[in-house]
C-alpha cells in the first residue's frame, strides 16, 4: 500500500518550454504533499508544501511564479516549471502523506529527471 | 531548527560483514526519526521509523536501527550486508507537532563489496 506515482519519469525538453509533472497518490487520500529537488550527489530541498485546495507554501528562495503547483484533488499534485531554462535541471520528486496520519513517513514517487537543453 | 547530521559521505564494507550508516539530529521537542533508501534514478524507499516506544526499531530488508536519545543519534545497522544494499541512505527528522515538514541529512552512500 501506500504507492505515490510521479510522471513523466524522464523529460528533455528546449529553452522556454513549460513542463509539467504529475503525482498521484494511487491508494490513499493526501491532504498534503510535497514537491523536492535534488542536485547530483546532494540531498533532496524542499521546494514547497503542496495543499489540497488551496495555495502551496514556497520555502525561502523558491520563485513561486517560476514553479507552479495545483493540488486540485485529494489524489493528484502537478508542478509547473515555466519556461525552463537550463539552470532548472534537475532531480523532481514527489511525496505524500496519508491524510489525518500525523506520524506515518512520507511515500515518494520515483521522480522527475528534467533535462532542458 | 530543526537539523540531520550524517558525517560520512560514503561507507564501505565487505558482503557478510556488518554495517553501520551514522545519523545524528537536532529537534525541538520529541523527534520522529526515518531512514529512508535512494537507488539510483529513483525515489525514496522507507526503510524505518522511530516514534516512541522501543528504542531498537526494526524495519525493511534485515535493517534496524537504535534510538539514543542522550546522544541524540539513529543510527542505521544490519548484521550482515548484502552487495543489493549499495545505495545512498537518508536520515530525517521532524519534529512532532503536527504536520512539520522533514529535514534530511545530506545523504551516506554504501557501496558492499563482493
Known amino acids: 500500500g501506500a504507492v505515490v506515482s510521479q510522471h513523466p519519469s524522464w523529460v528533455i525538453c528546449k529553452s522556454g518550454t513549460s513542463v509539467k509533472i504529475e503525482c498521484r497518490s494511487l491508494?490513499?487520500?493526501?491532504?498534503?504533499m510535497f514537491w523536492y529537488r535534488q542536485f547530483p550527489k546532494q540531498s533532496l530541498m524542499l521546494m514547497a508544501t503542496?495543499?489540497?485546495?488551496?495555495?502551496?507554501?514556497?520555502e525561502q528562495g523558491v520563485e513561486k511564479d517560476k514553479f507552479l503547483i495545483n493540488h486540485a484533488s485529494l489524489t493528484l499534485s502537478t508542478l509547473t516549471v515555466t519556461s525552463a531554462h537550463p539552470e532548472d535541471s534537475s532531480f523532481y520528486i514527489c511525496?505524500?502523506?496519508?491524510?489525518?496520519?500525523?506520524?506515518?513517513?512520507?511515500?515518494f514517487g520515483d521522480g522527475t529527471r528534467l533535462s532542458i537543453l | 531548527a530543526q537539523s540531520v547530521a550524517q558525517p560520512e559521505d560514503q561507507v564501505n564494507v565487505a558482503e557478510g560483514n556488518p554495517l553501520t550508516v551514522k545519523c545524528t539530529y537536532s529537534?525541538?521537542?520529541?523527534?520522529?526519526l526515518f531512514w529512508y533508501v535512494q537507488y539510483p534514478n529513483r525515489g525514496l524507499q522507507f526503510l524505518l521509523k522511530?516514534?516512541?516506544?522501543?528504542?531498537l526499531v526494526k524495519g525493511s530488508y534485515g535493517f534496524e536501527a537504535e534510538f539514543n536519545k542522550s546522544q541524540t543519534s539513529f543510527h542505521l545497522k544490519k548484521p550482515s550486508a548484502l552487495v543489493s544494499d549499495s545505495a545512498l541512505y537518508f536520515c530525517?527528522?521532524?519534529?512532532?507537532?503536527?504536520?512539520?515538514?522533514?529535514?534530511f541529512g545530506k545523504g551516506t552512500m554504501l557501496l558492499v563489496s563482493p
Open positions: 529537534v525541538s521537542g520529541n523527534p520522529y
Open positions: 511525496s505524500a502523506t496519508p491524510s489525518r496520519t500525523e506520524n506515518q513517513p512520507q511515500h
Open positions: 522511530y516514534i516512541t516506544g522501543d528504542n
Open positions: 503542496s495543499n489540497e485546495g488551496s495555495k502551496a507554501t514556497y
Open positions: 530525517a527528522v521532524r519534529d512532532n507537532s503536527g504536520y512539520s515538514t522533514l529535514t
Open positions: 491508494d490513499f487520500q493526501a491532504t498534503t
